[in-house]
Nanobody, 128 residues
Framework: QVQLVESGGGLVQAGGSLRLSCAAS????????MGWFRQAPGEERDFVGCISWSGGSIYYADSVKGRFTISRDNAKNTVYLQMNSLKPEDTAVYYC?????????????????????WGQGTQVTVSS
């Protein structure tokens, strides 16, 4: 079992930045690929990006490419989502998720149904 806890959400003005963290306990995070998803009110949960267990492969949704950066520190059992140039449409609850995956094509990891473990989410609100 892996327990995931997101933090770092909050209220920010458009154009601003936030850094979300996802801390894991229970098992070492290094064996898992990690994904970030977000869910706006009344919307489905959408893929934001994912990172391989080693950090060597990262894949982003087109909507955040060039603005968001995913990284991980396996020694700290933590994954990060750096969000820059935030827009009001980025407002959502952000979730991290873990997947035991050792494949090579991270473009296939966009479905939430693939992920085994989830955090409780952290709210990000971007004001215009």
């Amino acid at each position: 079992q892996v327990q995931l806890v997101e933090s770092g959400g909050g209220l920010v003005q458009a154009g601003g930045s936030l850094r979300l963290s996802c801390a894991a306990s229970g098992r070492t995070l290094s064996r898992y690929a990690m994904g970030w998803f977000r869910q706006a009110p009344g919307e489905e949960r959408d893929f934001v990006g994912c990172i391989s267990w080693s950090g060597g492969s990262i894949y982003y949704a087109d909507s955040v490419k060039g603005r968001f950066t995913i990284s991980r520190d396996n020694a700290k059992n933590t994954v990060y989502l750096q969000m820059n140039s935030l827009k009001p449409e980025d407002t959502a609850v952000y979730y991290c998720a873990a997947l035991d995956y050792r494949g090579s094509d991270y473009r296939t990891l966009t479905s939430q149904n693939l992920y085994h473990y989830w955090g409780q989410g952290t709210q990000v609100t971007v004001s215009s």
